[in-house]
């Protein structure tokens, strides 16, 4: 079988890097277009990327010329990834999906339109429904299909198979983020230096939001969303990869934190029934250490490394007559973001939407 | 007037050096005796201990020659305060207080004892009057008084000018706690430096049960205990000073963001009344901007610095009916440990029960 | 005495709040004139100003209005401070002292200038001569005063009184330097966290060069520039305020580790003798303990804090044949900038040069 | 070929962790027997070893049962990997020695015993006629077989080719190191947040006095030692891994920074020519950016990640006639410790000294 031949928009970022690691040897996707901005444009990807992450910038795209961020860029694609920033998305990613493309994108920008799906494989993989919709709501040829927010990701995805065996009413969520979340020049060192930030602007309003569309129903080209209350607070820590939240959880029915526990451990879903190249086979990982997940080991979770989550401290609440809290460590950049968008489209390959 | 003759217990330690900032040139006690470790005693208190403050070690201790942590060393006192380790203090404070001593201590080991007023002047003066019973029960002379561990004060003075005006059910509360919390050797820079810890021993139960003894109603030599339910998860994060807890609660009536800060900024108890030494002008700080609390300011907050708590990001909760949510940042080592014990040493003065 | 009044350039950045403190309260200067950028003229300094430090901001400033960094600015002023990027600077402070200003500054435009005195008042008192040369020079009723580099200033302070006891041949200096001396955004917290920078542009040209000057011999209206030989490698570490250099020396006349600590620790000059209001009694104050001096407590030495350097671990070298090796610490953003620039002022003041 | 049976003394500590990483599908080695202290003996390696790495422990040394540090332990192993401390040490590897084994040591207690070889594969292979000596002078069938200090190995490492091509006549060298190079709990982290110790007990000493050894000639059973002076200043700073070091040479012939790259990139030894299996292709790559090497990446350098060191900012010196400057930076636990012990037991094999 040959590769299936993608683009990556924003490829000289540290998301961008991060997807060109997850693309990097993949078994179905071949990189094929690189774009960045305007003064990228033309160089090879070696001159035009500072490259931030270990391990090293992968000996095949160093040569590769990087192309301005434009539809023709990305011609012989026929996914393309984002990872824009949102402002800049807005404008571009329409234009590629209108040119047939399918845009898998971490960019925030159209996450909460109604007909475009925001994806957590393990999650919603039915809300994939909602392309059809949307090439006919906008007479494209492609689409766009978008991921959560990171800390998003980390929290439903350690939350999904609770809400499916025993239902969830409430949430209460802090967070405790990585300074990657940020993106690399976002906290300044004299900001984080023995300190923290109590405050991500739209973070929290993204993880009380995005929940009610991934966990909504489908149902004829719509989703319906669920009903679930959240509530988080999200602080920035001078951590360099890996969100951990503590969650404190009313169940609608009462489990034990060893059920709980459990639960989570034997939780798969589709991606890890379809084989997926980038599912992790457990999701979850139960972390038994009492001090235990914690960032700068969970940021490697998973049997593909950072794409599971760890939980960990699994115990009851005193508050809530069926409570339940625990703290979830994982990695913001892989599975919050670059590979949410590899396994979305792992996923739209494996069921022959591409 | 003279100055009040006091001794120091544990002073070579770090919350004993924290104890000797408060108490240098205070105007109501003089530092008459300091005590350490066998290895110590005999050794100018210069010697004896590694000064790990800023300010530098005050002059006048200097020269003050360390004694033995026993009875005799501090004869020539009145009050004594307590920096000791719980193992330790356990064993100690009993002695000093049946030689006629009020021992004012920041050690856990005596706190839950249902004749030991747990104080906190701004919350609770009036169980000073369990001094009474416990003298009667113990047939001592003297008396331990209490200050509660460092998170629970934080979390309970912002608290209680809600709890008084709108009354609060339920408290969600998730830290990120300071280094020196765990004393100067009690977390490794390996376990920390890009990382976090997402458990403290035995803190979620002390931030849980506390409360329900210092919010709880004297009566004749008794506490009746208060009811709220708190849940807390208690993480350590990478900053030397000042505790920062994200508080979710369900007030029991209504009451705005607006008007919580209004409360909470008006806020003032005896300690402020009587004018005590160190006590601030305001206890809870507002802060305006978005980003705050952080540590590394609120760690000064007040007045009197470091005796106060910032209090900031006061927003309306979406879960609960009547929620309110909020970051809370104090410090630590003053007012929740050393400072905490000077204030209940003033309190008694001011109530002639020195 | 009524005091003078001054201005300030540049008044909202770090630097220009390291001013602030140093002129708050000062006995002899009184803050008349804060100017900014456009865009926070006009607007109350509170307001313009998002304040980096610790004390908190001065109640004195925060109704000042800021005004923009223009020679109007600062009618009323008869020194103006300049905390300004050099790239303004350049094109600003000679307006100023066109205009008749004395312009005490921290940038480096001006530094190398042969007319324009690179003041360390401790070492070079008498360059302050180059003021007449530089009005005749340029046909400026004013002048402009500059104080080195921070990382300059910090060496040679410490070997200001072996030059002159012992001799100085040879210096290498590999220095570990704060965040704050790249400014607040200068270094991201991505860079920095689990790692170190092995750079700084331009700043290892500015601490071999301008010894030069400033221990060069002033004559008839000239430099003469001193012979030394200095190699320097700037680091970056993650540490927020306080420069830390290590020194290998190679000195004219043998001189034992003890007698060097001796030296250093009698060194005082013109301003202390002057009885400066910020010069610190003692510029090197000597550490004792093996593992001093820290960049935490050594960022406030002196009795003026942050206004000496610490220096320790004095002890023989094995390889020059008067060979001696020290570390120094002291405070980059004092010491280093601001309060060198005030300290200039003062000097100025005392020799009725302004 | 059936692989050789090898022990681990001092298994469960940090050191002994990065030796099980090494050893771990090592083509040659078969970790048979793993040792710790009385307390883990009789446990699996899982229950007795808090595993502080990444990647996780080994599936295959899970399961295998610590045995006590004694010579019983080891009897049906060739090889004896030692992470002992060095008090442990010192006792414990004469008699392994004696009972006939080849202990490869990172211990420091017999580095500098004339009849041991202190090897660093690269530079002095023939020192392992030592051995023999050693055999002869203790009358034991096995032997001792040491690395030297993690600062020694990086540093030498950097300066052997220079040394070869165009001699080096004295070296300054400013440390920055990391904080896994004191173990897992040396430094503590109120020690050493925003701040830095610039000292490390002994390191110096033997920063300065093992590279005579290792640079020196054998002949007929001794080593004569190398006239090299050296100047060693070491500093500790906030990052997990990673020693990085200042380097300033006198060398003794002229070259440019361009042709001290070229040579220290060409540079290849006995291990790379005889394909040892944890020698890296090039023991020094240069780096080009103008801000490297910088420890996060450098720890990764090579082709087998931390086995070679990284080189940057090679310049010019202004104070030495043919003087150079650069960084090196390399890792510390592998190349500087349990790498450095493998690559000697590599060396043996290859010449069938086991």
Redesign the interface.
């Known amino acids: 079988m040959s590769k299936i031949p993608v683009g990556l928009l924003g490829a000289t970022g540290?998301v961008g890097q991060r997807f060109i690691q997850s693309l990097s040897d993949h078994p179905w996707f071949e990189l094929e277009a690189l774009t960045a901005s305007e003064k990228s444009a033309g160089k090879r990807y070696e001159e035009a990327a500072?490259w931030?992450l270990?391990?090293?910038m992968p000996e095949e795209v160093k040569d590769i010329e990087v192309r301005p961020t434009e539809v023709e860029a990305v011609e012989d694609t026929e996914i393309v990834f984002s990872a824009l920033p949102s402002s800049i998305a807005e404008e571009v990613e329409p234009k590629m999906a209108k040119a047939g493309k399918i845009v898998a994108s971490n960019a925030s920008s159209y996450r909460m339109d109604p007909d475009v799906p925001l994806m957590i494989p393990e999650i919603n993989p039915d809300h994939l429904n909602l392309i059809e919709q949307q090439k006919e709501n906008r007479g494209w040829d492609g689409a766009i299909v978008t991921n959560p927010n990171c800390t998003t990701i980390i929290l439903l995805l350690a939350l999904k198979p609770l809400i499916d065996e025993v239902g969830i009413n409430?949430?209460?969520v802090?967070t405790?983020q990585a300074?990657?979340g940020a993106g690399?020049?976002?906290?300044?060192?004299?900001?984080?230096?023995?300190?923290?930030?109590?405050?991500i602007p739209k973070e929290e309003w993204k993880t009380?939001n995005e929940p009610l569309k991934i966990l909504g129903k489908y149902e004829k080209g719509k989703i319906e969303k669920a009903e679930i209350?959240?509530?988080a607070?999200c602080?920035r820590?001078?951590?360099?990869d890996g969100h951990?939240e503590?969650v404190?959880l009313e169940l609608e029915n009462e489990a034990s934190p060893k059920s709980v526990e459990r639960i989570m451990s034997e939780f798969k879903a589709e991606p890890q029934e379809l084989n997926l190249p980038t599912a992790p086979i457990k999701p979850i990982i139960i972390e038994k250490e009492?001090?235990?997940?914690?960032?700068?080991?969970a940021r490697?979770a998973g049997s593909v490394p950072g794409m599971a989550v760890a939980v960990?401290?699994v115990r009851e609440?005193?508050?809530?007559e069926n409570?339940i809290?625990f703290?979830i460590?994982g990695n913001n950049a892989i599975r919050g973001a670059a590979g949410a968008s590899v396994l979305n489209a792992e996923l739209m390959k494996a069921k022959d939407l591409l």
Request: hydrophobic share 30%; net charge neutral; glycine share 6%.
């Open positions: 540290m500072k931030y270990y391990p090293p409430r949430v209460f802090s405790m300074l990657s690399y020049g976002g906290v300044k060192s004299m900001e984080i230096e023995d300190n923290l930030i109590p405050y009380e209350d959240i509530s607070s602080n820590v001078a951590v360099l951990t503590s404190f009492p001090d235990k997940p914690q960032p700068r080991s490697h960990g401290r609440d005193p508050v809530f409570g809290r703290l460590s």
